[in-house]
């Protein structure tokens, strides 16, 4: 009969293995979060190229080199300026140009311009714009709704019924035409749709809101981790280590 | 005497640590659901847990600690895969490079290995199949039920 866990000893390796790998374990909980974010960004872009769409990554001059940076360059931050940052500008016949733009400022549904302001920075943006009006945006100005294509939403947590009545809320704001049943029969799929990430689990409260949004036919996604974000997008060869494993969280999430 | 979990929480970062520091009573509460689920008297719920809940919740956090960092590598690893399939090298967080030769990355590598060695070492491995804390939880108390470890 195997033995049991001996708990003293194993909390005492591991806690050696922590503490001997301190500055990796440190650096990992620094950037993990942005690095979830950054392969989001990058898997959305994935996703209009293997729909024949063709991708330019456009990076920002590199202050010192006065060359455009030769690694993407996300804003992991609400402030700054949306022309400091990389983006993707992507064409297809037949389909105006758009963007992928990362924490782009975007006004909400109903905001009819004067102050107050209303607008949100969206994690993954993708816009309608033609090259270069976004240039000389501040990193106050938002680009009006009837521009926004779609969204993405990266949060570094487990997903409860909350946050995902919270996306909901958000949907709501930016695109609630969205919010109807628009997922019958054959739907129009020529963007991909609305989406929270979150990085953690979908625990079964927010399980069963994504159950009836599904049955109302939503035009969202939601996706649990990583696996179940490359699996959505339908990302060619990358499997993660665990995707073998994994089961199926309840979604049958897939952008369109 | 301090717990496996709080041993393992007390050496990461402030960030990590807040993000599994509710991991134990989540754990708790899926354990007693699934001992009431196989019709366990409240007593004997009561009895088991007082028995094996430090060592299901150590369990459940260090394979919960190993699988994000294995997400973690993934998605650093899939954005550049994706980055370079559209001819960039990679992409950039502060004054990290994360490229295919990014050494921090081949660090986060070696670690998540480590740990991984070390799971296997104390047979934590064993009950690491699924994705969710529900499925590492049911594992261990198939085995201990079942009476395939004492």
């Given at each position: 009969m195997a033995k049991w866990i001996d708990t003293a000893k194993a909390g005492d390796a591991i806690k050696k293995l922590f503490g001997d790998n301190k500055q990796t374990i440190s650096h990992f909980g620094q950037t993990v979060n942005q690095v979830f974010e950054a392969f989001t960004f990058c898997a959305v872009i994935k996703w209009y190229e293997q729909q024949q769409w063709i991708i330019e990554i456009v990076n920002p001059i590199d202050?010192?080199?006065?060359?455009?940076?030769t690694l993407v360059k996300l804003?992991?931050?609400?402030?700054?300026?949306?022309?400091?940052y990389s983006y993707a500008r992507c064409t297809k016949n037949g389909q105006p140009a758009i963007e992928v733009r990362h924490q782009l400022r975007v006004s909400t549904r109903h905001y009819r311009g004067g102050y107050p302001l209303a607008n949100v920075c969206l994690d993954v943006a993708i816009v309608q714009i033609d090259?270069?009006?976004?240039?000389?945006?501040?990193?106050d100005d938002a680009i009006p709704?009837?521009?926004?294509?779609s969204f993405g939403e990266a949060k570094h947590m487990s997903a409860y019924a909350e946050l995902v009545a919270s996306f909901i809320g958000m949907v709501h704001e930016m695109?609630?035409?969205?919010?109807?049943?628009?997922?019958?029969?054959?739907?129009?799929?020529?963007h991909v749709a609305p989406f929270l990430y979150v990085s953690g689990h979908l625990y079964s409260t927010a399980k069963g809101i994504y159950a009836t949004i599904q049955r109302r036919k939503y035009d969202i996604d939601i996706y649990s981790d990583t696996v179940e974000l490359a699996k959505g997008f339908k990302?060619?060869?990358?499997?993660?280590?665990?995707a073998a494993k994994a089961p199926a969280v309840g979604q049958s999430g897939g952008g369109n | 005497m301090a717990t496996m979990s709080h041993e393992i929480l007390s050496s990461l970062p402030l960030s990590l640590r807040r993000r599994f520091a509710s991991l134990d009573k989540y754990t708790k509460e899926i354990a007693d659901r699934q001992l009431e689920d196989r019709n366990l008297t409240k007593k004997r719920r009561r009895e088991f847990l007082r028995d094996h809940l430090v060592g299901i919740q150590g369990a459940v956090l260090a394979i919960s600690v190993c699988r994000y960092l294995e997400d973690g590598i993934a998605a650093a690893e899939g954005a550049i895969t994706i980055a370079r399939s559209l001819n960039v090298d990679g992409f950039t967080v502060g004054n990290t490079d994360f490229s295919e030769k990014s050494a921090d990355l081949a660090q986060w590598r070696e670690l998540h290995s480590a740990l991984e060695a070390l799971l296997k070492e104390y047979a934590i491995d064993h009950y690491?199949?699924?994705?969710?804390a529900w499925d590492h939880v049911s594992n261990m108390l198939k085995a201990l039920l079942d009476g395939k470890v004492d």
């Open positions: 202050g010192k080199t006065k060359k455009p940076c804003k992991f931050s609400t402030r700054g300026r949306p022309s400091s090259s270069g009006d976004l240039d000389h945006f501040g990193t709704n009837d521009r926004l294509v695109q609630p035409q969205r919010l109807k049943r628009v997922r019958r029969g054959n739907w129009p799929q020529v990302l060619p060869k990358h499997n993660p280590p665990a | 690491a199949t699924g994705r969710h």
